[in-house]
């Protein structure tokens, strides 16, 4: 047997993990709202020089009940596309609470009514800056900037540094500083975000850059780090020390009001942070199948691909857990398994070696067979807000909020083969042809 730690269930208890399949069935998505809650409060007491506003990153699960839940708690918003500027405004929140920072920003009717209601904008490039100044001249602004260095889990989550398309490239400030003086705008706002699961040190020195840019535009009042604070997920992970950091950024920021006179205040946006661990993913085990001696042993689940990319994509560990279908006394013994999930597709399988896609890495699980459930966690961030559409004609997932009573909640239904479907059009001719062809095969 292996001495590798077995992972656990984060919030949902076996009972809860039967319960919820059975009334909403599986793969579903349950996020947790005492979980949500808890991330909330512990961010936004972190150390700060001069105030601190969490803005909750949109795209990591951007499901009209979360989102209205995090305003509830009091929180602004960072919005990746003017849609999910759109989609949040649809739930209720107020636009002059959500700033934009996006790849592609089109100063179309569409935007500039959300910028007349109060929409904060971002500049994610020099273009960006000079399409808003235009807009809006006279207005206030942010930029991103790209510090010239980044950090990331993996390579492909560092948003930062020359390989990295984001932001304004720091030597690039002589272009910022025209483009403001032309169209008479007011740089209000530096910010940054140089990856995902990034390095504190690395965070740092990003705030570092974007209080000395404060220092070159008197106008600007905040500082905005972005989102990318790492979370403990699997039991081998360390646990996370952001106050540190934040001591840090406190620290450079009280010398910079000594020497300037300004209080800058700090923003940040995260994403990962309060959502991953506040959700799950319940599955089914339909099928074991094994590949000989030198092979492995799969369990094959009713979700996959079309639930959670992360793991063929990054490489990203993931806690899996297996559940027995009816209570037992005991714990099962473990055994070592590869999770593959349900597209036919060689890469939809949840146990990819860390930041390596092209190998498996078995883990060990309670023995589960068919009619058992596995539990994917780290499942709230990044899971139903980046899966594979509809690949293989799968619907979109149920997803369920238990409150903060222990009752379970809908709050997206599994999508219907009718909603699959809805936007395709038949020209009538080949209509006709594919009703004959089925004629002729009957
Ligand atoms: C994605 C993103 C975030 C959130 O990142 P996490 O890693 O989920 O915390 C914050 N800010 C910006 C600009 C982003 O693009």
Redesign the pocket.
Known sequence: MTAEPIESLKFLTPDDVREVAQCFGTPVFVYDEQTIEAGVRTISSLPSAFGLTVRY?L??CPSAAIVCLFDRLGLCF?A?SVWEVHRAVRAGIDPARILL?AQQAVFDDGLLALLDAGLQFDAGSVRQLEDYGRARPGGDVSIRLNPGFGSGLVRRLT?GGPESSFGIWHEAIHDVERALESHGLRLVRVHT?VG??HDPGVLVRAAAAAIELARRFATVQTVNL????RVKALLADPEPDHAGWAAMVAGEMGRFAVETGRELALEL?????LMANAGSIVTKILDVTTTGSAGHTFLKIDGGLTEILRPSYYGAPHPLVTVAAQAEPEPRPAERYCVAGHCCIAGDVLTTAVADVERLAPVALGRAGAGDYLVVERGG?YCSSMAMRNFNSYPDAAEVLRRRDGSFHLIRARQTLDQIVANERVPADLRSVSTESSHYLA
């Open positions: 990153s795209k990591a960072d990746s920072t948003s975000h995902s699961g972005g989102g990318g604070y946006e995260p994403g990962t942070y961030a």
